[in-house]
């Protein structure tokens, strides 16, 4: 168990039975969720940074290249090849860029939730093992992915590679 986890367990002890059980029962979606989002950004950010630092290699390599150009030479087919590589480096770029647009949008659909949560606090001392499950029900219809989803339910999974989803 993680302090976090203890310390809400402990804390939501002292809170009459309804808000404990919703204490206990949402508290550790947001762990979940707070550590999907952690590793979303560290793998967008490795990824960006290789890109990065890939595209400034080729930038390099096409600018010695340019200064050694003779007209209609082989040189030009390498640049030509160059040319290429850079565009594929630039698409791999805006892929990885995606993760801030996503993280932003799990961050927000959190952090609302975290709000929601805390406003109705201080009316859930009778709050039943119903109404926690309907508080993660309309939490998990706010998800856009389906990594979001899994993650709620507590499933294992790995974020998705290839998909460019621009929010």
Excluded at 34 to 61: M, R
Excluded at 81 to 108: G, H, T, W
Excluded at 121 to 142: F, I, K, N, S, V
Aim: glycine share 4%; with cysteine.
């Amino acid at each position: 168990m993680s302090p976090q986890a203890r310390k809400a367990k402990k804390e939501a002890a002292a809170l009459p039975l309804g808000a404990a059980l919703m204490s206990e029962a949402v508290i550790p979606i947001w762990g979940r969720q707070l550590a999907a989002i952690q590793h979303s950004v560290q793998g967008g950010t490795v990824e960006l940074l290789s890109s990065v630092a890939s595209i400034l290699g080729l930038q390099d390599q096409l600018s010695a290249e340019l200064k050694n150009l003779p007209p209609d030479s082989p040189a030009t087919r390498a640049l030509q090849q160059l040319n290429e590589e850079f565009q594929q480096q630039c698409e791999q770029a805006l892929r990885a860029l995606q993760f801030s647009d996503r993280v932003v949008q799990m961050i927000d659909i959190l952090y609302q939730d975290t709000e929601r949560f805390c406003q109705q606090l201080p009316g859930m001392a009778q709050a039943t093992a119903a109404d926690a499950q309907a508080w993660l029900d309309a939490l998990e219809t706010r998800y856009t992915t389906d990594e979001q989803r899994q993650f709620h339910r507590g499933e294992d999974t790995k974020p998705a590679q290839d998909n460019v989803e621009f929010f």
